[in-house]
């Protein structure tokens, strides 16, 4: 993955909203940040799941919200960040999460008129002993 422009001011991004996060955070927990180009005309719907659906079946499976953004420079995308318990914990979330009933069906609902999603890149990523 090549670092660019957008990468760093999400990353930037990243760093300003963990460091207001640290109440619940621990030594063995881990953020995942998550970046996913939308196919064309597609980022509407996208953010309609995540906004009605994704985010609370997220919380369900111990995955807890931290933030979401739209970069100015690449508006067909979606970056965000969860965090996890540990890394036994985001396999056994994502586990879970995918074989949801309830996320299947919003998931076959949401692709009824084409795929949403053209690619996501995934990051994980643990605090240093520095970060405030």
Known sequence: MSIT??????ALAVLITLGSATSWADDTQVYEMRTYTANK???D????????????????HGMRNIAYWTPNDTPNTLVYVIAHDSMAAAEANWK???????????FADSIADGRLIQNIDSVFMTKTDYSP
């Open 45 to 60: 719907a996208l953010h309609q799941r995540f906004r009605n659906h994704t985010m609370s079946i997220f919380e369900k």
């Open 5 to 10: 422009k957008h990468s760093c001011a999400c």
């Open 41 to 43: 005309g597609k980022l």
């Open 96 to 106: 879970a999460f995918i074989g949801d009933p309830e996320w299947q069906a919003v």
